[in-house]
């Protein structure tokens, strides 16, 4: 079974460990039962971006949205709202800076799906120098 305390550690510790990452917050969780729960965190990474992870659990079924912002403004994002049917990865996909609407290679699991957005955010952060 998961818990809250199991996933939010989970996700607060891959943010903590991660050298991109300078400082990261819980900012909400709600417990509506042991089977059913949301957390917000926040970490604060270079050029004065964010990520916030935002996770709801019901079940065994977890959505997920993962965003870069920068003073509020979203700039990249990842989740698995089920829209955009007619992506190969549905319900999985990827907002970018640009407006598009992409696949995206992420299942719900914060162990590999949060490893895998820093780095896009790292390469992206990279190529989006100030």
Same mark, same amino acid.
């Given at each position: 079974?998961?818990? +809250? #305390?199991?996933?939010?550690?989970?996700?607060?510790?891959? +943010?903590?460990?991660? #050298?991109?990452?300078?400082?990261?917050?819980?900012?909400?969780?709600?417990?509506? /039962?042991?089977?059913?729960?949301?957390?917000?965190?926040?970490?604060?990474?270079?050029?004065?971006?964010?990520?916030?992870?935002?996770?709801? !659990?019901?079940?065994?079924?977890?959505?997920?949205?993962?965003?870069? !912002?920068?003073?509020?403004?979203?700039?990249?994002?990842?989740?698995?709202?089920?829209?955009?049917?007619?992506?190969?990865?549905? #319900?999985?996909?990827?907002?970018?800076?640009?407006?598009?609407?992409?696949? /995206? #290679? +992420?299942?719900?699991?914060?162990?590999?799906?949060?490893? !895998?957005?820093?780095?896009?955010?790292?390469?992206? +952060?990279?190529?989006?120098?100030?």
């Amino acid at each position: 079974m998961t818990s +809250l #305390p199991a996933l939010l550690g989970t996700a607060t510790a891959i +943010l903590q460990a991660h #050298p991109l990452c300078k400082e990261t917050a819980i900012i909400e969780t709600k417990e509506f /039962s042991p089977n059913q729960f949301f957390f917000k965190i926040r970490a604060e990474l270079p050029q004065e971006r964010q990520l916030q992870v935002r996770i709801y !659990f019901n079940a065994d079924h977890i959505d997920y949205a993962y965003q870069l !912002f920068s003073l509020n403004a979203p700039l990249l994002r990842w989740d698995n709202k089920e829209e955009f049917r007619e992506l190969k990865t549905y #319900p999985h996909h990827c907002h970018d800076d640009k407006g598009n609407i992409l696949p /995206s #290679p +992420l299942s719900g699991n914060l162990q590999t799906d949060i490893p !895998f957005v820093l780095q896009e955010i790292e390469k992206y +952060l990279e190529e989006n120098k100030n």
